[in-house]
């Protein structure tokens, strides 16, 4: 595999560490992607089919931004590596096409985020790192965090211009409005230099969507795990940038909706896992959501 389709993410589990070919997220570029993939006419739409070709030749998206935002796409969980919907990705389609739904925000926050993936290995470590209230940092950090992290991983260095070029496309995707910036997560206090923000308490069926997809993720075959594996530093927790006793007060409103069961007799505190329907969690979750 060429450096170049590496970077990229091209054939591989995750995207990589230039998917993103130099643009942030841009939720309108997006949308053009989901209207444009085509149905194979099976199932309920899961299933899809997308051309390059296609988006190019019916979309307003560039030569370049045909590539990119595909990518960006996976990376946020409407699609998966084989270019066709995830639960989440039919759900947005009916529900919330222009992405501007909190719920809908941070799940794809949380899937750019996440330790599995899909997005790109640098997104969780800087998001579990440097995402704490109050903190600051500026581009030429991020720039370093990035190509420390890619060295680490790959036993080589990062050209300047890559990482110059990936920590932009970071920060615009929290910074710009027509991103992720309705979250409140990061705003910029000066010249190349950011803050991060206090945010709202994320919808509750939003983290229990994640719940889902983090124990699937790193706990397939166990029914039962401990409380703090939900909470520990790359966990749910910093991810929604929430205390644990929220995300515990979370996991009540899912006890509550027999989703889990939490054992609290006496430490490690234990989560049980007792409904994986996916399908029940987006329904509570777009049954009342409002927009950003």
Known sequence: MAENDELAGIDATRLGLTFHRTFYLKRAAVKQVIELIENDGEDDGE?????????RGNSQLGTIQVEAFPRWAWGIGILDQNKQFTT?????????????QLSTLWLMHYHLSAPHGPGPTFWNQIVCSRFRSGDEFT??????????IYSKEKGKPLSPGSA????????ETYVKSDGLGNLGILEEIGDNHYRVMETDIPPVWAVAAA?????QANFPNQVTVNLNSLTSESGLASLFMISRSRLDMILGEMRDAGVVELFRVAPPYQ??????????????MYSHEPSA
């Open 139 to 148: 581009q030429s950090e991020i720039e370093q965090d990035i190509a420390e």
């Open 271 to 284: 989560v049980a896992l007792l409904n994986s329907d996916m399908e029940m969690i987006f329904q509570r």
């Open 47 to 55: 299933k899809a089919k997308i051309r390059r070709k296609d988006i």
């Open 164 to 171: 110059k070029s990936t920590a932009n496309a970071f920060l």
């Open 88 to 100: 989440f990705g039919r759900y947005v389609r009916i529900h919330d096409t222009s992405m501007d």
């Open 211 to 215: 719940v889902l997809d983090y124990w």
